[in-house]
């Protein structure tokens, strides 16, 4: 518990750790580049992919016409558990993506959990070598599923894997089915099954869906004024700025500190860990919190956990714990804007963003200091 309360000292992520799934080292053969630990919002994808994902919703009913509810979020959640949305590739301007992404080789050699032969199916068209299979691109397509749901998305008469436009558009033909419903969890769930049969594969692309989702959303903050207005409007303004560990105060962003149980340092990056950037906000109408997450639940008028998400209003802080119930154990600090939305500083290598309130774990309630 000692352990627990230092690394909760000072406003941090949830403790999912650097390691990504044994089933997306299979699929990319990608190295540990943040997985789950990073991103969220629209920001932390290269405008030219999310190009290509806003494309594919445009053009996929010409192939699936009876598709329903395809939208990019659905696709971003895929790539980013796929690819990180190609990150670190350059992305011509017609989609070509370089240098190529290839998966490991599933020669059951044991790299990546890979266990299973896959035989050979292009002669190394797509994927690169004849002597057997990987999947390829930024939806890590299989060059056998490729070949039934490749299409051209950039109109240049070519359905390459390795294009942005071409990707997603057969992504999201794939995802589509025969045409299914995509608002229906249930359905949806079941395209996601289809692209991966794991359980913990949904979990996170969902995961990811609802945090781009949440990011896309316009706060409707029309008929809100006063203090309420003013701590969100100074909040919504610092969106994009970087997440820095110990980093924010009252006066603004700020370099943070060293470091996160995972050896993450704010100490040369200038933004907000979560409990920073509360603290500017409300100092904005002339309250001074306390510098920590938990220390801030003693603040104001508590809403515990059990009254659900649904008490929130406004304006309101948001806190996530290990132990809800237990505000000792509180970890995580964001600000409710409304509709299930929350303005988050969520972890190192992300920004200020917008999130659902459902993006960290552990809801412990909220507090209302207005």
Excluded at 10 to 34: E, F, H, M, R, W
Excluded at 165 to 186: I, K, M, N, W
Aim: overall charge neutral.
């Amino acid at each position: 518990m000692v352990a627990l309360l230092m690394f909760a000292a000072v406003c941090c992520a949830a403790p999912v750790g650097n390691a990504i799934s044994a089933y997306v080292a299979l699929k990319t053969g990608a190295q540990d580049d943040g997985g789950i630990a990073e991103g969220g919002s629209a920001s932390d994808i290269p405008p030219r992919m999310l190009t290509a994902y806003k494309k594919a919703v445009q053009q996929v009913g010409k192939y699936v016409p009876k598709c329903q509810g395809m939208r990019w979020p659905i696709l971003a959640g895929i790539a980013k558990v796929e690819s990180n949305h190609a990150i670190g590739h350059n992305i011509a301007a017609g989609g070509d993506i370089r240098p190529k992404i290839y998966g490991v080789l599933l020669n059951g050699s044991g790299q990546g959990g890979n266990t299973t032969v896959v035989p050979n199916s292009d002669g190394g068209k797509w994927d690169g070598t004849a002597t057997g299979e990987r999947a390829v691109g930024p939806f890590q397509f299989l060059p056998s599923t490729w070949e039934s749901v490749g299409k051209d998305g950039n109109g240049d008469h070519v359905a390459d894997p390795h294009n942005a436009d071409d990707a997603a558009l057969g992504a999201a033909v794939y995802l589509c089915g025969g045409g299914r419903d995509l608002t229906e969890s249930s359905q949806l769930r079941a395209a996601i099954l289809q692209y991966n049969h794991s359980s913990e594969y949904v979990a996170e692309v969902t995961g990811w869906i609802d945090q781009y989702t949440a990011a896309a959303k316009d706060p409707g903050l029309k008929n809100l004024s006063g203090k309420a207005r003013t701590v969100l409007d100074a909040a919504l303004s610092q969106r994009g700025v970087p997440y820095s560990w110990g980093g924010g105060n009252a006066s603004g962003p700020s370099y943070g500190s060293c470091c996160t149980r995972s050896g993450k340092s704010g100490a040369s990056i200038r933004g907000f860990d979560c409990s920073g950037l509360t603290s500017y906000v409300y100092a904005k109408v002339g309250m001074q919190l306390p510098r920590t997450a938990a220390e801030q639940a003693g603040v104001g008028q508590r809403l515990p956990a059990s009254l659900g998400a649904g008490a929130l209003k406004p304006g309101d802080l948001v806190f996530f714990a290990y132990a809800p119930g237990h505000d000792s154990t509180i970890y995580h600090v964001g600000i409710y804007v409304g509709s299930g939305q929350m303005i988050n500083a969520a972890r190192p290598g992300t920004v200020v963003r917008l999130d659902s309130v459902g993006a960290m774990s552990g809801f412990a309630g909220g507090a209302r200091l207005l």
